[in-house]
Structures are given as structure tokens and as C-alpha cells.
């Protein structure tokens, strides 16, 4: 992670590559957030996964992640602050999630 925050401050200090820059550490972190990567749920460009099938007494049963390229900035914050079901807890700072909110939601 230290590899991380080194190379988003050589990038924030590019100027004009500012801009891809910043996507590619957004992606960086969506793909290694201290943790297990959100593109593992949630896929790689946040349109959700089904994570794993499982047949019990002969019925098949999905768990899956939901898309998040389409969710406000307040239920992001929300999902990542007080994960629910199998969604883990991750200890990032509130640039860090706005980072990713912005890049999951192309607004990046
Ligand atoms: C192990 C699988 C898993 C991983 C890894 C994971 N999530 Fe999730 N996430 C889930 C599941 C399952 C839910 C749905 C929880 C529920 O029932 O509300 C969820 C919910 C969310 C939501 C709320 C969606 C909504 O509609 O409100 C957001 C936002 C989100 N995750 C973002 C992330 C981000 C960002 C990361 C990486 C830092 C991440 N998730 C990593 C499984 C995962």
C-alpha cells in the first residue's frame, strides 16, 4: 500500500497527467484496497458478479455482489463504512473512497 500512496504522490505532482494518472490509481486501489479486490465481487468495471452457485436440496442458489457503477456517493460511502452480508470491512480514508467512487462511476 505504501507502493500505492508513493506513486499516487509522484502522480498528483505530474500536472498535466493529473488526469490519467489519478484513473490509474483509482484503479490500482478498486483492484488492491488493502484487502481483497472489489473487481472480485463486484467486477472489474463494478457491474456486479455472481460470486458463487451453490445447489442445496437439488435448488440452485446465487451469491452475488450488486453493480455499484450506479449508486450515490452517500450509499457508497454507506456500503464501504458498514458493510453488509459477505461485502468485507476495509480501513480507507475518505479520499481514498472518493477516489474509488468516482472511478467506479466514470466520473473519473
Ligand atoms: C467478498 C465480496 C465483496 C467484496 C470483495 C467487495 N464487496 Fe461490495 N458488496 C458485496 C455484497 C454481497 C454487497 C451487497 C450487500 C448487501 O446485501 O447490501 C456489496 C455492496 C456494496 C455496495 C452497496 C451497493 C448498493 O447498491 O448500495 C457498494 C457501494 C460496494 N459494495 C462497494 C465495494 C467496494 C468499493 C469494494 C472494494 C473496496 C467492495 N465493495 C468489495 C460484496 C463484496
Same mark, same amino acid.
Given at each position: 500500500?505504501?507502493?500505492?500512496?508513493?506513486?499516487f504522490?509522484?502522480f498528483?505532482?505530474?500536472?498535466? +497527467?493529473?488526469?490519467?494518472?489519478?484513473?490509474?490509481? #483509482?484503479?490500482?486501489?478498486?483492484?488492491? $484496497?488493502?484487502?481483497?479486490?472489489?473487481?472480485?465481487?463486484?467486477?472489474? +468495471?463494478?457491474?456486479?458478479?455472481?460470486? #458463487?452457485?451453490?445447489?442445496?436440496?437439488?435448488?440452485?442458489? +446465487?451469491?452475488?455482489?450488486p453493480?455499484? +457503477?450506479?449508486?450515490?456517493?452517500?450509499?457508497?460511502?454507506? #456500503?464501504?463504512?458498514? $458493510?453488509?452480508?459477505?461485502? $468485507?470491512?476495509?480501513?480507507?480514508?475518505?479520499?481514498?473512497?472518493?477516489?474509488?467512487?468516482?472511478?467506479?462511476?466514470n466520473?473519473?
Amino acid at each position: 500500500m505504501r507502493l500505492l500512496t508513493a506513486l499516487f504522490f509522484i502522480f498528483s505532482t505530474l500536472g498535466a +497527467d493529473d488526469f490519467i494518472a489519478k484513473r490509474d490509481y #483509482a484503479k490500482l486501489l478498486y483492484s488492491n $484496497p488493502r484487502g481483497i479486490g472489489c473487481d472480485k465481487c463486484h467486477g472489474e +468495471d463494478g457491474m456486479g458478479l455472481v460470486i #458463487a452457485r451453490v445447489k442445496k436440496k437439488g435448488e440452485i442458489r +446465487d451469491f452475488s455482489a450488486p453493480r455499484i +457503477d450506479n449508486v450515490t456517493k452517500q450509499a457508497f460511502f454507506k #456500503a464501504l463504512n458498514s $458493510p453488509k452480508d459477505i461485502m $468485507p470491512k476495509y480501513s480507507l480514508t475518505n479520499e481514498e473512497m472518493g477516489i474509488l467512487f468516482e472511478y467506479i462511476t466514470n466520473r473519473l
